[in-house]
């Protein structure tokens, strides 16, 4: 049944992102060179809507589907790591002109760009696996 309900909510992410066109590479240049809002008003809401949910989770004290209590940790600011990746992320983004939000989109759409992505985002996985102090033991 989890799986089911998973299955749906990607199914809806995925629409949703189609509907505000957040895969679309003329919104995502519009976006880097400041010549429309639409891109930061998609991300401006998606942080919003984090902040909320955030919220409500706190104040109602919800649990997760497991019963367990939601906690959120802090983390620990990685100055180096956070740079790092923040421009790997961003070079990608702005060469290949998509997000990796909507990558399964872009390739069921049989865009191209979104094959390059697909092995990007494995090869960065894979990278991530090597070079982690954490995966180390």
């Given at each position: ?58 104040k109602f004290k919800l649990k997760s589907i497991h019963g367990n209590p939601i906690e959120v940790q802090p983390k620990k600011l990685n100055w180096k ?57």
């Amino acid at each position: 049944m989890k799986f089911i309900i998973t299955l749906i909510l990607g199914f809806a992410f995925g629409c949703l992102l189609i509907a505000t066109q957040a895969f679309s590479w003329f919104r995502i240049q519009q976006m880097f060179h400041f010549e429309s809002f639409h891109m930061y008003g998609v991300l401006f809401t998606a942080i919003g809507t984090a902040a909320l949910s955030l919220i409500i989770i706190k104040k109602f004290k919800l649990k997760s589907i497991h019963g367990n209590p939601i906690e959120v940790q802090p983390k620990k600011l990685n100055w180096k790591g956070n740079i790092i990746g923040g421009l790997l992320f961003g070079i990608g983004w702005g060469l290949t002109g998509a997000c990796s939000a909507p990558l399964y989109i872009l390739m069921g759409m049989h865009v191209k760009i979104g094959i390059a992505l697909f092995l990007g985002s494995i090869i960065g996985a894979y990278l991530f696996g090597i070079f982690d102090k954490r995966t180390i033991k």
